[in-house]
T-cell receptor, first 115, second 111 residues
Framework: NAGVTQTPKFRVLKTGQSMTLLCAQDMNHEYMYWYRQDPGMGLRLIHYSVGEGTTAKGEVPDGYNVSRLKKQNFLLGLESAAPSQTSVYFC??????????????FGPGTRLTVL | GNSVTQMEGPVTLSEEAFLTINCTYTATGYPSLFWYVQYPGEGLQLLLKATKADDKGSNKGFEATYRKETTSFHLEKGSVQVSDSAVYFCALLGGSEKLVFGKGTKLTVNP
C-alpha cells in the first residue's frame, strides 16, 4: 500500500495563477481532509469530505475549492492564488470506524509558494 | 467546541534526558486522543493513541495516558535520543467533530 500520496511535492505560483493539488489514498477510506500548516499556527482544516461526491468547509475554506469525484481522490483547487496561500498543504484520510474514532493518515505534504 | 492546549516550545534537551510535553483538552463526550510526530521535511505520523479513559498509548519508548479526571494526555519519554528531534502535535478526535490539533512543540535533542 502506498497510503496517502500527494502531487506535486513543491510548486511556485505567481499571484493570480491557478492550480490543483491532488491527493490519492489506496486504503478505501471514506473520510478525506485538506489541511494547511503555517508557522506558529499548527494545522488548520481547509475542507473535508465524508464520502464520494460530498464536500464540506473546514476552518479556513476561503480561496479554495475541492472535489471528490472518486472515493480514492480528493482535489484541492486554488482559482486565483494569493501570497497568503503560501503554506505547506497536507492531505489526510480516515476510515469510517464509528466510535471511538481512529487515526488519520497523512500524506507527505505539498510546499506551495505564491509570489 | 473541542480544543487542545499544548505546551509551547521550543524544548531543547540533552541526549538521555527525560521528556514531558504537556497536553490538556476540552471536549464533550469521550474523544480519542493522539500524539503525532513530524520529522523535518516530512508529513505527520501517528506516534501513539488512546481511545478511552485510563488507556496508555506507547510507541518507540514514548508513552501517554488518557486522564479524564484531569483532561490530560501528556507525552513522556524516559531517555530521548538525537533522532527524536521533531515537532510533536497533540490531537483530539470525537464524534462528528474534526481532528483538533495543538499548535505543536518543537523538540531538539543535542548529543
Amino acid at each position: 500500500n502506498a497510503g496517502v500520496t500527494q502531487t506535486p511535492k513543491f510548486r511556485v505560483l505567481k499571484t493570480g495563477q491557478s492550480m490543483t493539488l491532488l491527493c490519492a489514498q489506496d486504503m478505501n477510506h471514506e473520510y478525506m481532509y485538506w489541511y494547511r500548516q503555517d508557522p506558529g499556527m499548527g494545522l488548520r482544516l481547509i475542507h473535508y469530505s465524508v464520502g464520494e461526491g460530498t464536500t464540506a468547509k473546514g476552518e479556513v475554506p476561503d480561496g479554495y475549492n475541492v472535489s471528490r469525484l472518486k472515493k480514492q481522490n480528493f482535489l484541492l483547487g486554488l482559482e486565483s492564488a494569493a501570497p497568503s496561500q503560501t503554506s505547506v498543504y497536507f492531505c489526510a484520510s480516515e476510515t469510517l470506524s464509528g466510535s471511538p474514532r481512529d487515526e488519520q493518515f497523512f500524506g507527505p505534504g505539498t510546499r506551495l509558494t505564491v509570489l | 467546541g473541542n480544543s487542545v492546549t499544548q505546551m509551547e516550545g521550543p524544548v531543547t534537551l540533552s541526549e538521555e534526558a527525560f521528556l514531558t510535553i504537556n497536553c490538556t483538552y476540552t471536549a464533550t463526550g469521550y474523544p480519542s486522543l493522539f500524539w503525532y510526530v513530524q520529522y523535518p521535511g516530512e508529513g505527520l505520523q501517528l506516534l501513539l493513541k488512546a481511545t478511552k479513559a485510563d488507556d496508555k498509548g506507547s510507541n518507540k519508548g514514548f508513552e501517554a495516558t488518557y486522564r479524564k479526571e484531569t483532561t490530560s494526555f501528556h507525552l513522556e519519554k524516559g531517555s530521548v535520543q538525537v533522532s527524536d528531534s521533531a515537532v510533536y502535535f497533540c490531537a483530539l478526535l470525537g464524534g462528528s467533530e474534526k481532528l483538533v490539533f495543538g499548535k505543536g512543540t518543537k523538540l531538539t535533542v543535542n548529543p
